[in-house]
């Protein structure tokens, strides 16, 4: 029978906020992973430059280079980190309608532009939301706030990836953006009543310790090559996964179903199957710890990703479709909770901001680089030869556990788990 106390990090304002910061942070992304392409899709752009258009997202990789300013500055008499979360939060809502008025067939660079600039908004967002959450969250409620924030990130998915494709059936596109932008007025709100974290510590007192110590301290806890593992395990271990959902609404298009079936039945589906995994997810790793739950949901991970193949083989079935992306997704959120638990264990109270950005930068890569070369595969090889190309290349990170994240012979081990 759980204790008290066990409830009692459940069910707290924390976990409320964690809510909020995961939907602010949600929704941007898939705006340009979901909405953008069906937008793409049917004004006649290939899908060789739909999959260029990940590039857009490399303020997502490289986030970490300007962490240190929003770590050093306070620009607006609210508090360090909710000065920057309503600056950004109100750059999105504007840039995210924005979309919705220009012309792909006429202008796609001014298109890739605004979504750069939607990209990096978001970015930002998530380096100061992180952050936050970081100083709010007691060590104790680590993996549960981390694993309620990415199910509220999954969640917001509905607006842009369900509700948002539902409407451009029936609506113009000048019309669709701007609905689909004001749900930013949700991140808005938060930012606006929420408090300054109590946990949190004195801003750097130059901008060269705020660039340099973060750095300097996660080597010095770690050693030079123990450090470069976890980095190397930090972009490898979600790049199969990312790289297999990176084209997802295209290819659901290619099998021939209309955008309200992928609005109701594939994005719904995912939706739901990835918040049952993330839960579990989050309550499991209070009894299994972190270690053994990379192991296990990364297992899962990899082998639901062969599911896509099954269905490209299979074609436009609709229950396969809802079964197939609700094993998948279920994979996702499970390893998702692990892989975010182990992100911030990683990071010091110190050093925030500059270390999640850092690390989430990392965990990014594969969306921004990787990704892109997804048109060019699938136009190489087909769908059915993708899908079992990506499983393959979840493999390595996997292998990485073997030394960065071992896993426990005994609860006592599973205590002092790195």
């Keep these: 029978m759980p204790s008290p106390a066990f409830w009692q990090s459940i069910f707290n304002r924390r976990t409320l906020i964690c809510v909020f910061t995961g939907f602010a ?100 967002q998530d380096i100061v939301l992180d952050a936050y959450r970081r100083e709010l969250l007691p060590d104790s409620e680590l993996g549960w706030g981390n694993s309620v924030h990415v199910q509220a990130y999954r969640i917001s998915g509905l607006v842009p990836g369900a509700l948002g494709l539902i409407l451009a059936d029936h609506l113009p596109w000048q019309q669709v953006f701007p609905i689909i932008a004001a749900f930013m007025l949700i991140g808005v709100a938060m930012s606006l009543f929420v408090h300054e974290p109590l946990a949190q510590l004195s801003a750097p007192a130059t901008l060269r310790s705020a660039i340099v110590e973060p750095f300097r301290e996660f080597v010095s806890r770690n050693n030079w090559r123990m450090a470069l593992m976890i980095l190397s395990f930090m972009f490898l271990y979600k790049l199969g996964d990312s790289m297999a959902t990176a084209l997802s609404t295209p290819f659901y298009i290619d099998l021939g179903f209309s955008l309200s079936e992928i609005g109701v039945v594939a994005k719904t589906s995912a939706l739901w199957a990835s ?5 579990l997810g989050g309550l499991w790793m209070i009894r299994i710890g972190i270690n053994r739950a990379l192991w296990l949901f990364g297992i899962v991970q990899v082998v639901t990703i062969l599911g896509f193949a099954w269905l490209a083989v299979a074609g436009a079935n609709l229950w396969l479709l809802a079964i197939v992306i609700s094993l998948e997704y279920l994979g996702v959120g499970l390893g998702t909770a692990a892989f975010t ?9 110190a050093f925030a901001a500059t270390q999640f950005a850092l690390f989430t930068a990392l965990s990014a890569l594969p969306r921004t680089f990787a990704n892109a070369t997804t048109g060019y595969i699938v136009d190489a090889i087909g769908w059915t030869h993708f899908y079992l190309l990506c499983a393959v290349l979840a493999l390595p ?21 790195r």
């Design 25 to 124: 942070s949600g929704m941007p992304l898939y705006v340009l992973f979901q909405l953008l392409p069906a937008f793409l899709s049917k004004q006649g752009v290939s899908i060789k430059e739909i999959g260029l258009f990940a590039l857009v997202t490399f303020p997502y990789t490289w986030k970490f280079i300007w962490s240190p300013l929003m770590d050093r500055f306070t620009p607006l008499p609210l508090g360090r980190r909710r000065s920057w979360m309503l600056l950004t939060q109100l750059a999105l809502l504007v840039s995210i309608a924005t979309l919705g008025f220009l012309d792909a067939t006429r202008s796609i660079g001014m298109v890739a532009f605004v979504a750069w600039l939607v990209a990096f908004f978001s970015a930002s």
């Design 275 to 279: 918040i049952v995994g993330g839960v």
């Design 341 to 349: 638990a182990f992100i911030a264990r990683e990071t010091s109270m």
């Design 397 to 417: 990170g996997m292998l990485l556990l073997i030394k960065i994240a071992p896993w426990p012979r005994s609860v006592g081990q599973m205590a002092v788990e």
